[in-house]
């Protein structure tokens, strides 16, 4: 029974780690999209893509399997692009909606990073 209990306990951990590795691979694809979608973004505020910066980021997002939440153009700096993406993710039909921080690309993005 004891051994039986050990087994139980061991799977339900292996079980935990699975969800929280693939929560983490979720929101390290989201990241890399939203990087990719605000500097596509940025480069479209400063004339070297043609069309509309949150278009241009909504696009970059889709391919890159996120959903573009938020686009801001402009700030501090005309060429300055906030987005914000998330991503779905599905373990063991456990279904969650993953949110990613703000991403800022453009001439004054150095400012924010520190």
Same mark, same amino acid.
Request: glycine share 6%; net charge negative.
């Given at each position: ?10 799977? $339900?951990?292996? =079980?935990? @780690? ?7 691979? =979720? ?14 973004? =940025?480069?479209?505020?400063?004339? $070297?893509n ?5 278009? @241009? ?25 906030? @987005? ?11 279904a969650?909606? $993953? ?13 924010? $990073?520190?």
């Amino acid at each position: 029974m004891t051994a039986l209990a050990i087994i139980t306990a061991l799977i $339900l951990m292996l =079980a935990l @780690v699975h969800v929280l590795s693939a929560a983490a691979a =979720a929101k390290g694809q989201a990241v890399l999209a939203a990087d990719l979608a605000a500097l596509a973004a =940025a480069d479209t505020a400063r004339g $070297l893509n043609s069309g509309d910066p949150c278009t @241009v980021a909504e696009e970059v997002s889709v391919r890159n399997g996120a959903v573009l939440e938020d686009c801001e153009v402009g700030g501090a700096h005309p060429t300055e692009v906030l @987005v914000s993406v998330s991503r779905d993710f599905d373990v063991a039909a456990l279904a969650s909606r $993953l949110s990613v921080p703000q991403l800022r690309a453009g001439a004054a993005a150095r400012d924010y $990073l520190a």
